[in-house]
Structures are given as structure tokens and as C-alpha cells.
């Protein structure tokens, strides 16, 4: 991500822009791309428990399938602008789209969790150039008087693709096998990438030979990784009692550490890190990562408790997600009008409001919770994000010089998705250490020699049932309740973080928006 110009830039003084079907067809397959990508990002969440159990492993470790793409998307971002450069944005982006597909094909074929998480890796990796590719081709094609059309295309697609993911997750899940969450990929990765070669080949944006920061990609490859594999496995090896947790933590701090003095002397580093010292964008970048954690996880958590401990199948637990994509994607253009007249600190301040209120009302969930309470929450989370993901960028990057701009976005995005990965894997972990302490807690409540206990194993029994079922029976029901209460207090601690996090937002500078909205789900 060192200084370069940005491919829209380059792009500017190219062939004239498209009109007509071509433009149409163009477009379409562009927007294929990004859906593609964003989708991929969230259709396995509600299919997690059907993956793990097909695989015949529990279901924390069936969330390595979203970590492991989630991380290597994240480190594969700084790479995209030296690509672009070296390559062109058409090449680019056409290459990406035909490895995504393969990569896609082979998660649809793995035959054991860890061929899945390999191919996913891949599959991340591959992917990082898709969405500002398809961006800045988006703006390339268009007339300049249209290219505010052209980033409500790109910026709608990105905020349906995650109504559309949990939604057809469930469904195909439920009706048709796990692995054709990834196959659906290939047809319309085939189809976006021929349009856009067969569109665009003859606008291929200027090349030029950049250096490459190897050094530092490799370090951050190894100190991402190690963080990564640490946080996915520590739960199941007892954390520090293991030698091989030890260890990865210690790579990851070295890594880390040889990382930052690295960069900071490079000259041309594939991070410039030297964009912290603006106060803007340190504490930008930090409200939008912890931010942006606490969502993704809660996103993650939410159909995980509903599927396991509340009996929903998955097409359910994605039509409860549904809504707040929903509500955002109504109300970002409203949002963004409203932007270019309203300081940032006040729409990310309504943002982290709307998100602490979401949180609160999850937190009053009860047993017997129905549809409509669990709906009503996701609507006011859709208020939240039609003005998280525009503020956050605004606020990160006002004050950053414009030759800066592509390594400073760079940089955000890889932070947030980085953390977003990292949230991923600390949430199931907290939710799982959370539910044993609660069981704890109920079992010294009601003992196996409690009255109370002795009397719902006798009715059980006179209903029917062996001791040992009826014990089994009002155990389930235990665990069950320990993961309500657990689960409770984590939108009661990620309501209080989004609370935590407003200060921060205004101790930053005043941020106009200047229509960039394109930049929001980078």
C-alpha cells in the first residue's frame, strides 16, 4: 500500500467512457463481481452448525471457515494497489474473478475441514483485489456527470450481497447440501469474468514496474497468521497450558514487532504506517476496527445461539438477519445526501447509538423469545449501519493528502477486516467460557438432590421417560439457559464497547463527507 496514484485516477485520461448496452452489460457484470465477493464474506454464517456437522466437528471450529477467508482477505488488501499498478486494473481484477472461482469450486468439493479452511484461504487471498477493482472500473466506464450513479451501483450491491448472504445460506443449507454455498460461485464468476475481459480488455488502465515491499508482506503474512491460528485454536488446547499456543503467541508478537520496525525504515513499505501520526486517522481507524468487531461478531454469534440452543434452522436464522441489510439499504441514500452537510462525528455518533440500542435489546432476549423480538432489534441495528460504514471512512480519512488516499484506505480496510477476523474468533471463544461459568452457577443453584430437580426428573419419568433421559432432558435445558445468560451478556458488553467508543470519535477532527460513499465497504 505505498503511495501510488489510484487506479480510478489512472484511468481518468483513458479511452471514453461506455454507453449504451455495453455500458448496461458492463456494469451488471462489475457489480456480479463485488456481490460475489461481499457475499462470500457473510452466506456462511448461518450455515456454520450444518458445515460442522457434516464434517464431524463441533461448531467453534466450523467458524475457522469464516476466520480463514476473513484473514487472508485482510492481508491480501495491501497487495492490490502494487498489483493494479504493476498489472493493469482490468488484468487484475479479470484474474481475481477467475481464481475466486476456483477457489470456490474447490470449497464446494472439500472433503474435511481442513481442505475446506485451505481452499477458503485461498479463496481470500485471491479475492482482495474485487472490490476496489470493480470499483474503480465502475467509475472508469462511466460518464464523469454519471459516475455518481456508477457508486450507487457498486455501493447498493455491497450492502444487498449481505441480506442476500444469510438468507441463501439457510436456504440452501436447509434444502440442498452445504457445498453449494461455494458452488454458486462458479456460473457467475465464469459469466462475470468473460463480460468484463470481453468489455474491458481494450481499456486496460497504463502499467508501470513499482517495487514490492516482500519483506514486510511476509512478515505481516506471519504475524496475521500466527494471531489468527492462535486465537482459532487456543480455546480447544487450554490456551497457555499448550506449548504449541505459546508459541504461535510469540511469533505473533516478534512478527508483529519486526513488522512495525520494518515498515517504519522500508522505502517503499507495503504499509505506510507513518499515516498513524495523523490524529484522524489513528483514532478513526481505531473507533472503525473495534466498531466494526463487535458487529461482526455479533453478526457471527446471533444465528450460531439461534440454530443450536433455540432450534431454528438456518433458513430462519437468515431471515432474522435480514432486515437490518434491509433498513440500510434504504437508508443509505438519504444518509449520504445528509452527509455532505452534517459533520461525521454526528451520523457516526447516531451510528454507535443505534448499534449500543440494538445490543441493549438483544441483551433483554428470553427464552421463549419470538420472531418479532429478535426482528425488532435487527431493524434498529439497519439504522446503525446505513451511517457506520460512511462516517468511519470520512472521519479516517479527512486531513490525509491525496496522494496518501489509496494506502490510507488501504490500510483502514485491512485493520477493519483483520479485526473483524480476529472478533470472529474471540466471540465464540467468550460465548463458550461465558456458558460454563453460568452452568456453574445453575448447578449450585439446583443440585441433582434438590427438590426442585428430583420433582422434574419424577414428572419426566412419569411421562414416560427412563432417569437417565429425564436427567439428560432438564440437562439440555441447563446448557440451554447457560448460553441464553451468556449470550445475553455479550450484547450487554458489545452495547457498553459501542458506547465506550463515541468519546473516541470526538476527540477526532470535524469531517465533512465529499461523496465518499464508494469508500465505505471497501
Known amino acids: 500500500m505505498a503511495a501510488q496514484d489510484s487506479p480510478a485516477d489512472s484511468a481518468s485520461a483513458g479511452p471514453k467512457p461506455m454507453t449504451g448496452v455495453m455500458l448496461a452489460v458492463t456494469s451488471i457484470a462489475l457489480a456480479l463481481g463485488t456481490f460475489m465477493q461481499v457475499l462470500d464474506g457473510t452466506i456462511a454464517n448461518v450455515s456454520i452448525p450444518t458445515i460442522a456437522g457434516n464434517l464431524g466437528v463441533s461448531a467453534s471450529q466450523g467458524t475457522w471457515v469464516i476466520t480463514s477467508f476473513a484473514v487472508a482477505n485482510g492481508v491480501s488488501v495491501p497487495l492490490t494497489g502494487w498489483l493494479m499498478g504493476r498489472y493493469g486494473v482490468v488484468k487484475t481484477f479479470v484474474a481475481s474473478v477467475i481464481m475466486f472461482t476456483v477457489a470456490s469450486f474447490l470449497c ?22 474485487m472490490i476496489p477493482g470493480s470499483q474503480a472500473l465502475l467509475i472508469m466506464i462511466f460518464p464523469p456527470n454519471k459516475r455518481g450513479t456508477a457508486l450507487a451501483i457498486w455501493s447498493m450491491t455491497t450492502l444487498v450481497a449481505p441480506i442476500c448472504g444469510p438468507i441463501l445460506g439457510g436456504y440452501i443449507s436447509d434444502n440442498w447440501a452445504w457445498p453449494w454455498i461455494f458452488l454458486i460461485n462458479v456460473p457467475i464468476g465464469a459469466l462475470c469474468a468473460v463480460l468484463c475481459w470481453r468489455g474491458m480488455a481494450s481499456r486496460e488502465t497504463p502499467t508501470r514496474k513499482v517495487p514490492i515491499d516482500t519483506t514486510g508482506f511476509m512478515l505481516l503474512l506471519v504475524w496475521v497468521g500466527a494471531l489468527q491460528v492462535m486465537l482459532d485454536t487456543g480455546k480447544d488446547a487450554d490456551w497457555f497450558s499448550s506449548p504449541a499456543i505459546v508459541v504461535e503467541t510469540l511469533v505473533a508478537i516478534i512478527g508483529f514487532i519486526a513488522w512495525v520496525i520494518w515498515e517504519l525504515h522500508a522505502k517503499y513499505p507495503i504499509v505506510d504506517l507513518s499515516l498513524f501520526k495523523s490524529r484522524n486517522f489513528a483514532l478513526g481507524t481505531l473507533a472503525f476496527c473495534l466498531g466494526y468487531a463487535v458487529f461482526f461478531g455479533s453478526n457471527l454469534l446471533q444465528p450460531l445461539w439461534l440454530q443450536t440452543r433455540m432450534g431454528y434452522i438456518a433458513t430462519w436464522a437468515g431471515l432474522v438477519a435480514a432486515p437490518s441489510g434491509v433498513v440500510a439499504v434504504i437508508l443509505t441514500p438519504f444518509a449520504a445526501r445528509i452527509m455532505t452537510k452534517v459533520d461525521a462525528r454526528w451520523t457516526a455518533t447516531l451510528s454507535m447509538v443505534a448499534f449500543a440500542l440494538s445490543y441493549f435489546m438483544r441483551s433483554g432476549f428470553t427464552p421463549d423469545v419470538d420472531v418479532p423480538a429478535l426482528v425488532w432489534p435487527m431493524l434498529v441495528q439497519g439504522v446503525a449501519m446505513c451511517t457506520f ?34 472478533a470472529a474468533s474471540l466471540a465464540t471463544t467468550i460465548w463458550d467460557r461465558s456458558e460454563a461459568v453460568h452452568q456453574t452457577r445453575l448447578s449450585e443453584v439446583v443440585g441433582a438432590t434438590d427438590p426442585a430437580w428430583l420433582s422434574a426428573v419424577g414428572k419426566l419419568q412419569a411421562g414416560g421417560l427412563s432417569h437417565a433421559q429425564a436427567v439428560a432432558a432438564i440437562t439440555n435445558q441447563f446448557v440451554n439457559q447457560a448460553y441464553l445468560l451468556s449470550t445475553l451478556d455479550f450484547f450487554r458488553v458489545s452495547a457498553w464497547l459501542m458506547v465506550a467508543l463515541i468519546p473516541c470519535i470526538w476527540l477526532t477532527n470535524k469531517a465533512m463527507s465529499q461523496g465518499g460513499t464508494h469508500a465505505a465497504a471497501d
Open 108 to 129: 464446494g468439493i472439500s472433503w474435511s475441514l481442513p481442505s475446506l479452511i485451505g481452499f477458503r484461504i485461498l479463496q481470500g487471498l485471491v479475492s482482495g483485489p
Open 389 to 422: 460504514f460512511i462516517s468511519m471512512v470520512t472521519i479516517s480519512l479527512n486531513g490525509v493528502p491525496g496522494h496518501q488516499l489509496p494506502s490510507a484506505s488501504g490500510l483502514s480496510n485491512f485493520s477493519r477486516i483483520t479485526a473483524g477476523s480476529f
